[in-house]
């Protein structure tokens, strides 16, 4: 019985290690797709956060580059989306919603890729 026991905990530690290791390549892969997005987006955050009325200058050229490369491949803006996603769901204090949504019209720029307080990045 103790052998039994023994077995089915050796089974259970080797599973949890193997889905650790698992979930910490996840992590490092989404690190490495999105350092791009969490090099960008904080130039936006004065505006985000409501401490400025406009975006800056600075902004507005990541976010036109991150749209620039969303058009580029397929996947792309579904993928910073869903980094924008990450990044914006983390932040304190918390991103104003109506200003996500501003952000491309005060950027003159149509983006490939959805931004706002609710975003669907499936779509």
Do not use: W
């Amino acid at each position: 019985m103790a052998l039994r026991h023994i077995g089915l905990l050796t089974i259970f530690f080797l599973l949890v290690s193997d889905h650790l290791a698992m979930a910490n390549n996840n992590h490092q892969l989404i690190a490495s797709s999105c350092q791009l997005v969490f090099d960008s987006i904080p130039y936006c955050f004065d505006y985000l956060m409501g401490d400025y009325f406009k975006p800056s200058n600075k902004c507005c050229n990541h976010v036109k580059k991150l749209n620039m490369i969303a058009k580029h491949r397929e996947g792309n803006a579904q993928r910073i989306c869903f980094c924008i996603e990450i990044m914006t769901k983390g932040t304190q204090p918390p991103l104003i919603a109506s200003r996500i949504q501003q952000l491309p019209i005060r950027c003159n720029t149509h983006l490939s890729f959805p931004i706002s307080d609710s975003m669907d990045c499936s779509k």
